[in-house]
């Protein structure tokens, strides 16, 4: 079952490109991660799955229900989380879930099971007859998760729950969205936190500029980063041993998997008292293969006679390939 | 369709609307809401004691009886002086509903709930005039005073105090509207106290300038649109013009134009202008209601499904035609009485039936 599907999905607000050709596919019970900088379309597009927010063009599909359709029903289907949003003044925990309960007109009985519940899986049943403005935010926050909850939606869009949150109250948040995942429910989340969502998330999906860069789960992410890592390797100065920089360069030219040869001409360091030009240069490779290609690699540098003083990839979590996959790669 | 349409209210539980249940605790919370009721009270006690004495100065020399004078000119006064509260105070209330909760961001919560964009603008323009009628309620012992004094009938107080609803359900609308319209709250606060302002002032002064060019009185459609002039035609049967005027001598001739009537010839009564004015104010109302109920939408603003332009279609012309049966139901106690058999005039001193001599 795909809960969450979108195809060609494009918003633009008068000259500016939103959200552009967006698929994305979301299966059901899973935890999804939209990730992207500022700016990238996030938002605009959880408000346009809420329903918030008209397509310029494209199709979401919610549950295999079209929205343009069948958006009454899929109102009863969703719980929505804006990233910024405002408490009603004057009102009591309590009353203000209840609010929404009678919104989704929940009967009596229904609505007081319903929040007391939801106050226990939040942790604010202490705050139940405290002023909502009156909360943290850390509360709040947990306080609006719930409201998204009380009708018991399949699928939960959720703008950056954990923005603004103390270290604490966001490893709070994370476990109860684990519990959630358990219920069954879908969630899509997003964020900026990247850390975060590695730990959380089953899949994951790079924005940028509107765009889907990268999509799928966490382990193939990376590993999609990955197959284009970066190498740094740093080759001794050795005239002696026939060791230079630019026969290095020349051996890393013949092989098909290295795309892009930055050689730094920088001399990183220089053994004093010995002869000649002995020092060590850094080339950074852009590189297009597995571990075993890799191994061949340095291997071949080695039977060359280069001396290799270090050989390592410079991409190794989440946060690298969210950093190399974004940086200008749509633009 | 229509089998849907009556199965979907049928299975509906009856509930009460969400948003009047969450404005009506939030709102009554605190004091502010019995401080404003406070203060509106003792402003009428204050008004209506002012009244009493200055009615009682003017008529020292007078060769009409007091009281009855006293009653009139409270009961005016008080119904003017409602009516102004009720202007100052309705878009305070309306203006801020729809662009608060933007301003607020409680506004994207609210919608992605299958609660309608019409139910929750019946819920706020509900729980709004539940206020304002609450004020409007409190002030009726007050005004009951009147009958101490004399002078106004209980009728002329009921159609009144109807006017006043009808007239705080438009100023409410209106709020609303504005609230819809605008993003932030500031601007359909400004704009809707513009609106009513204008729509309560505006035409007397165009009565002035008129009567200034023409040098007479101005013409009395011109005035008509005022609620000033609705709320004055309600009791102008009632009330005596002069009897107010002498207490406010300096406001006499706005005085005359609102509440004197048209002359009322052998054949035609006219009809007061309330009987015009307060539909239209509901037909506005209901129009503006209806055109608010697809501003408060975010997306398919302007798609307009069957069952709502249906349901729409029915509210107005069935309005319209109520009003238009109202008008035929009443035709014969007013305008062009049509008088085809002398016989049947009937005059409250009856002719001495003459018998014809007999001849011997």
């Known amino acids: 079952m795909v809960a969450v599907a979108t195809r060609d999905l494009s918003r633009h607000y008068g000259k500016i490109q939103a959200v552009n050709q967006l698929n994305l596919k979301i299966p059901t019970g899973s935890l999804f991660g939209l990730i992207g900088p500022n700016g990238a379309g996030k938002t605009t597009t959880l408000r346009m799955l809420a329903g918030l927010l008209e397509p310029s063009s494209g199709d979401i599909r919610l549950n295999e229900l079209s929205q343009k359709q069948y958006w009454r029903e899929i109102q009863w289907q969703i719980g929505y989380m804006p990233d910024f949003f405002g408490v009603y003044d004057n009102l009591l925990v309590w009353e203000y879930l209840d609010f929404y309960a009678r919104c989704y007109r929940l009967t009596p009985e229904r609505r007081a099971r319903a929040i007391s519940d939801l106050l226990d899986l939040v942790d604010l049943g202490e705050k139940r007859d405290v002023y909502v403005h009156t909360l943290s935010r850390g509360m709040r926050q947990r306080l609006c998760l719930a409201h998204a909850l009380v009708h018991d939606p399949q699928i939960l869009l959720l703008d950056e729950p954990a923005s603004g949150l103390d270290p604490r109250a966001r490893v709070e948040m994370r476990m109860l969205l684990r519990e959630l995942q358990s219920m069954g429910k879908t969630i899509l989340l997003s964020s900026h936190i990247l850390v975060e969502l590695a730990e959380l998330c089953d899949q994951v999906a790079i924005m940028e500029r509107g765009q889907l860069v990268v999509s799928g789960a966490i382990d193939e992410v990376l590993r999609k980063a990955a197959g284009r890592r970066t190498i740094a390797i740093q080759v001794l100065n050795d005239p002696g041993c026939n060791s230079t920089p630019d026969r290095a360069i020349a051996l890393l030219e013949q092989i098909p998997s290295v795309q892009n040869i930055f050689p730094q001409d920088r001399v990183v360091a220089a053994t004093p008292g010995s002869s000649g030009g002995l020092g060590i240069t850094s080339i950074e490779i852009e590189f297009y293969g597995d571990e075993f290609a890799r191994a061949d690699l340095l291997e071949k540098l080695v039977s060359e006679k280069i001396r290799v003083a270090a050989f390592n990839e410079t991409i190794t979590n989440l946060e690298e390939a969210f950093l190399r996959l974004t940086q200008g790669e749509v633009g | ?360």
């Not at chain 2, 349409?5 to 809401?33: C, F, H, Q, Y």
């Not at chain 2, 975010?298 to 729409?312: F, K, M, N, T």
């Not at chain 2, 005039?345 to 014809?356: F, G, V």
């Open chain 2, 1 to 360: 369709m229509m089998k849907s349409m009556l199965k979907s209210i049928s299975n509906r539980r009856w509930e009460t609307n969400p948003i009047i249940v969450k404005e009506l605790r939030s709102r009554m919370r605190g004091g502010r809401a019995f401080a404003t009721l406070t203060v509106t009270l003792t402003l009428l006690t204050l008004v209506g004691y002012a009244l009493y004495r200055m009615t009682l100065a003017s008529s020292t020399y007078s060769s009409t009886p007091v009281s009855p004078l006293i009653g009139q000119a409270l009961f005016a006064g008080l119904a003017f002086l409602l009516l102004l509260i009720i202007a100052a105070i309705t878009p305070s209330v309306t203006a801020s509903e729809i662009s608060a909760e933007r301003e607020k961001q409680t506004y994207e919560m609210l919608l992605t709930t299958p609660l309608s964009p019409a139910s929750i603008l019946w819920g706020k323009l509900i729980s709004a005039l539940s206020y304002i009628f609450l004020i409007l309620f409190a002030a009726i012992p007050l005004a009951s005073l009147v009958f101490i004094y004399g002078g106004v009938s209980i009728r002329d107080m009921v159609k009144t105090l109807l006017a006043l609803l009808v007239i705080a359900i438009l100023f409410g609308v209106i709020g609303l509207f504005s609230s819809a319209l605008f993003q932030r709250s500031s601007q359909a606060t400004a704009v809707s106290y513009l609106v009513i302002v204008l729509l309560l002032f505006g035409p007397l002064f165009a009565g002035i300038l008129s009567g200034a060019i023409t040098q007479g009185d101005p013409p009395r459609w011109m005035l008509a649109p005022s609620p000033l002039m609705v709320i004055s035609s309600t009791f102008s049967s009632s009330v005596n013009p002069q009897s107010i005027s002498s207490a406010f001598y300096m406001l006499g001739s706005p005085i005359y134009w609102l509440m004197g009537s048209t002359p009322i010839s052998q054949d035609s009564i006219p009809r007061p202008i309330y009987h015009y004015v307060l539909p239209l104010y509901s037909l506005v109302a209901i129009l503006l209601y209806l055109l608010t109920s697809r501003l408060v939408k975010p997306v398919r603003r302007w798609q307009i499904q069957w069952s709502e332009a249906v349901l729409a279609l029915v509210l107005v012309l069935g309005f319209v035609s109520a009003i238009f049966m109202g008008y035929l139901l009443t035709t014969n106690r007013y305008e062009n009485i049509q008088i085809s058999d002398q016989s049947q005039l009937q005059s409250a001193t009856p002719d001495p039936a003459i018998e014809a001599p007999v001849n011997p």
